[in-house]
């Protein structure tokens, strides 16, 4: 501990002396508001004091632990389980025997103004009792697009103005499709048509009001292609995805070709009927 000098008690002596001398002149009543200033002087103080005290002590113990936020752990969105279109199949093939037709279209475009550049139908006659298919009648004609080629569209299908020459070869019918009457004539003692992606087809039919299947979007659960987790579903499956889930042997190289892929089309329809009759 260190020792106090002897002035320091001397001045703390003196100090004293003359306070205690400057009291003595007070009355008892200045004398107790010195009193009070005093003790209140002395409290301030103390608190003072004490709370630095306690800053101090909290600076030197307290601690800050900064820990990184954890991982944000992807949210999978569960996948459906194949469903097969059970319902949606038995309500268009209906109770009684009936006549059906397959339908494919190549464009010269998406738009339903573009022009068709070829047509394939097969007519067959289905009975729902035993799923069986009897084919009836073939329709197939190419035609010539009105507005100028589509290289894009070209690029699909390759029919180049040079390919449907050849293939319509010396057959004398209509050079545009909308000018050619036979494939409604065709189409008039059918009301139900079958089609991949048949929406679009459609849109290129529209004197056809009857119903449709679509053996793309009816076996987009069944064939679950491409799971796309920004959507909580699967991609709509191509035919040839189509074709490969069912055991249907495929060309590639002739895929894209009206006649070949509305053959495609028959034979994934027929697969689904036997499975509708295996269940």
Known sequence: MKKTSPISILVVLVIGAFIIRWLSTLSSLELTGVICLVIAVVAVVVVV????????????????????????????????????????????????????????????????????????????????ATGTLTQLDRFNRYYYPKERINPRAIAVNGLT??????????????KHFVEDGAFQAFCDTCRRIVAHNCSF??????????????TMRHNTNVVCAEWMPWKGEYKWPTLLE????????????????????????????????IRLNSR
């Open 161 to 174: 103005r040079e390919e449907i020459k050849r293939l319509r070869g010396s057959d004398e019918y209509p």
């Open 242 to 273: 189509t074709a490969k889930h069912y055991g249907v042997p495929v060309d590639e190289g002739m895929l894209h070709k009206s006649n070949a892929d509305v053959d495609i089309t028959l034979q994934i329809f027929e697969k689904m009927l």
């Open 49 to 128: 004091k004490r709370n630095r005290s306690k800053a101090g002590s909290a600076g030197q113990t307290a601690t800050f632990r900064v820990t990184e936020p954890a991982p944000v752990q992807p949210v999978e969105v569960l996948r459906m389980a194949p469903q097969f279109p059970t319902e949606p199949l038995l309500k268009f093939i209906g109770k009684e025997p009936k006549v059906i037709m397959f339908v494919d279209l190549e464009t010269n475009g998406l738009s339903p103004s573009s022009s068709v550049l070829s047509c394939s139908a097969i007519k067959c006659h289905i009975d729902p």
């Open 201 to 214: 087809d459609r849109s290129f039919l529209p004197f056809f009001t009857g119903q449709s299947f679509c």
